[in-house]
């Protein structure tokens, strides 16, 4: 792969990690992590209280892009018209027009998700995997590039339907963003004083180029050390004593799909261990379940997946990763 490819990808990430932070203050890691997500052509799960940022985030990255972007509310009584859209009828052409639903654009926030029934949340299945809706028997392609940023609130679970493990696993990556510090907090009250950055964002790349940056990512080089790592971790997840389902398949290519993403951004034309090991988390959580007496005695996946990274063997450091 040669190095200006790489350079150019690492730019792309710096143009639109740079842009998104005027908004989104210190949390760098975060923004990160959605780009990788993006070049990946995957989707975002967000597991956080309210008011961390959530929607701005989407909305940010969405600016930033020159993409259009839409807001989907779960509630129980959602439907999944309301999602895909549905057909009209139009009294001066006699005729049946599809009107579309929110799910057509190119960046989509679905909020809470978890508070939509699963009938609805098996339509939004088909948008994520199979980049389409069906609508009376007719299929609609989405626009591209296309991701979906879902949202969910861990601390309300009253009333709520949570996600199957097919629906979860369509998802690339599991994010939280978590409080600002003190220090972040001054400069959000400073930045946010008078007006709101959000409204002044502009595009800094077109998404033309975040599909080609998309397809040379698939290029970055990963050595025969290195796959046998991440195949290393992912059968760990299947023989450890407190996980009762392991990793999939997909598992194990989103881990390294999005390895390589990292490389890139890094500046790299080959992917390192330390990329494996900082993606496992995001890419693994939760795609795993551990056993109901381990999540007892208060064990979650994201401590199982440390002890695995702990314990699986490292490639050695003298080793020719670009091979």
Request: glycine share 4%; hydrophobic share 40%.
């Amino acid at each position: 792969m040669e190095q200006v490819i790489v350079s150019n990808i690492r730019s792309f990430g710096s143009k639109v990690k740079e842009n998104v932070e005027k908004v989104i203050v210190g949390k760098g890691d975060v923004v990160e992590l959605v780009i990788v997500a993006l070049l990946c052509e995957g989707h975002v799960l967000i597991e956080d209280i309210p008011g961390v940022g959530k929607t701005v985030l989407a909305k940010s990255i969405a600016r930033s892009l020159g993409c259009t972007f839409h807001r989907i509310q779960c509630t129980p009584d959602l439907l999944p018209s309301d999602i895909t859209g549905t057909y009209i009828f139009n009294q001066k052409t006699a005729d049946f027009e599809f009107r579309p639903g929110p799910i057509m654009a190119q960046i989509v926030l679905t909020d809470e998700i978890n508070r939509t029934t699963p009938r609805t949340q098996s339509a939004l299945l088909e948008a994520m995997q199979e980049r389409q809706v069906t609508a009376e028997g007719e299929t609609k392609l989405l626009p591209r590039p296309f991701m979906v940023l879902a949202t969910q609130n861990p601390i309300e679970q009253e009333g709520t339907f949570p996600l199957p493990e097919a629906q979860l696993d369509r998802f690339l990556i599991k994010i939280k963003i978590g409080y600002p510090s003190k220090e972040d907090d001054k400069l959000i009250l400073s930045r946010f004083r008078r007006d709101d950055p959000l409204e002044e964002l502009k595009p800094v790349v077109a998404a033309a180029e975040l599909m080609r940056m998309q397809a040379a990512c698939r290029d970055v080089h990963v050595s025969a050390d290195v796959e046998e790592y991440i195949i290393r971790l992912v059968h760990a997840t299947r023989e450890h004593s407190s996980i009762q389902l392991g990793a999939s398949p997909r598992a194990m290519l989103a881990l390294y799909h999005t390895s390589q993403v990292m490389a890139a951004l890094r500046g790299r034309a080959y992917v390192i261990p330390d990329d494996v090991k900082y993606l496992t988390t995001v890419t693994l959580s939760h795609r795993i379940i551990p056993k109901a007496e381990s999540s007892l005695r208060g064990s979650s996946a994201e401590q199982a997946l440390q002890e695995i990274i702990d314990k699986v063997p490292v490639p050695v450091e003298n080793n020719d990763f670009t091979r």
